[in-house]
């Protein structure tokens, strides 16, 4: 069943793959069997690896199908923020797959310029935006190791400088079930 998955996912995490991601749902057998989908991501968009597990949380739960989650290759980035989305005991990678978790990242320029209320109000939205993203980066580290081996902490201090795990070690901590 894991070797030929329903849905095949590859490439970076960005909206071009959301819409790929949907139409193969949509195409994929509604017999009521276990759903599998696979990713190969070198990483992208989290936003984007969130609404898909999203999609397939509300699957899960309105239709009661399995769903199983199978990494290929590279699980970099948001690609672990996709596999997050799916209970520990439903992942399963290849042999000789790593995973990269990593904190997310801002690229933003702040030119103050104008009134001083303003410029005050501009540097509290960012600020606010950079909580929330924590927030949300808390929120998946905790679904990514929920039901694992590893403490939330150990992943709040390893992903900083880019977390690297491969297949027979995430299957020890219990990251994922099995690798095939």
């Known amino acids: 069943m894991l070797s030929t998955p329903h849905i095949l996912l590859h490439g970076p995490v960005d909206h071009a793959m959301y819409v790929n991601f949907r139409g193969q749902l949509a195409n994929a ?8 989908v696979s990713i190969s991501t070198l990483g992208g ?12 949380r509300l699957l899960r739960e309105y239709s ?4 199983l989650f199978l990494g290929k290759v590279a699980v970099y980035s948001a690609g672990a ?6 209970p ?10 790593r995973i990269m978790i990593h904190e997310r990242i801002i690229n933003k320029t702040i030119t103050l310029s104008g009134p001083l209320k303003t410029v005050t109000a501009s540097l509290q939205a960012t600020l606010h935006e950079i909580e929330h993203s924590i ?3 808390e929120e998946g580290f905790r679904d990514l190791v929920e039901g694992s081996h590893i403490p939330f902490e150990d992943v709040q201090h390893r992903a900083p400088s880019n977390w690297y795990i491969e297949a027979e070690e995430a299957r020890d901590l219990g990251l994922v079930l099995d690798v095939i």
């Open 29 to 36: 057998p509604q017999d009521g069997g276990p759903l599998v």
């Open 45 to 56: 968009d989290p936003e984007v690896a969130r609404l898909m597990g999203d999609d397939l």
């Open 64 to 67: 009661g199908r399995e769903i």
């Open 81 to 86: 923020t996709f596999m997050a989305s799916f």
């Open 88 to 97: 520990v005991d439903k992942r399963f990678l290849t042999a000789g797959t």
């Open 135 to 137: 927030r949300i980066e």
